[in-house]
């Protein structure tokens, strides 16, 4: 079962920021938060990962809250073509039985509109 | 730009054919994925392997068996294809290691059985 839990869909106006957030209430010290994304009839895209400290790339930013048991996936400026479904994910660290798997749930449609 | 090839983008096959999904990654990665993703379901894994020669099941094996005898080619197998197994595949690989960004996904086989 996904270890995560995001509101189904939400809305964001065009050029202003999408903050998705996600819980993670169970999270262990030795597991990641990923997040990846997937526009319709493609494969899923890597946005952004992180431990316990915020994390910023070309994409996005990942906001992890102090205790780890949520996050939010920062858009700065949604554009169209960042409408997608957005998956948030938590992976083990390597070392365990669970080699590199991740466990997709059902995610947040991002809908961004003119 | 590195990438991750499915052989098919729609296959087409009748119920008791004998299916193989062919997958190939450029990255030297050492870990590969088998992923089915169905409406009201998300992705699922279905099989993983970590090494050449070497396979672990997923959540939901039943039906499916792979080969991975070259490190950049895992192959999903489907005995006998049945009409429950109509979906999408999604072929995927990532380094062994989580400082690795994450999972690189294929473009996806729409697979029909009829």
């Known amino acids: 079962d996904a270890k995560t839990t995001q509101p189904p869909s939400m809305d964001c106006a065009e050029g202003r920021a999408a903050n998705l957030p996600c819980n993670h209430s169970?999270?262990?010290?030795?597991?990641?938060v990923y997040w990846y994304r997937q526009i319709h009839s493609q494969g899923p895209q890597y946005i952004i990962h992180?431990?316990?400290n915020n994390e910023t790339n070309e994409m996005a930013s990942l906001i992890i809250t102090e205790d780890r048991k949520s996050s939010t996936l920062i858009l700065p400026h949604a554009t169209l073509r960042d409408t997608a479904v957005y998956y948030c994910i938590v992976r083990v660290a390597e070392g365990s039985s669970n080699t590199g798997k991740l466990i997709f749930g059902q995610g947040t449609t991002l809908q961004v509109k003119p | 730009d590195v990438k991750v090839t499915q052989s098919s983008r729609y296959l087409v096959k009748r119920t008791g054919e004998k299916v193989f999904l062919e997958c190939v990654q450029d990255m030297d990665h050492e870990n590969m994925f088998w992923y089915r993703q169905d409406p009201g379901l998300g992705l699922r894994l279905i099989y993983f392997s970590y090494d050449v020669k070497m396979k672990e099941k997923g959540d939901i094996p039943e039906g499916y068996s792979v080969s991975r005898e070259k490190k950049e080619r895992f192959s999903l197998i489907l005995e006998s294809a049945s009409t429950n197994q109509t979906s999408m595949y999604l072929c995927?690989?990532?380094?062994?290691?989580?400082?690795?960004?994450?999972?690189?996904f294929g473009s996806g086989t729409r697979l029909t059985v009829v």
């Open positions: 169970t999270i262990s010290g030795n597991e990641y």
């Open positions: 992180g431990l316990k």
């Open positions: 995927a690989s990532s380094l062994w290691g989580v400082k690795s960004y994450g999972y690189t």
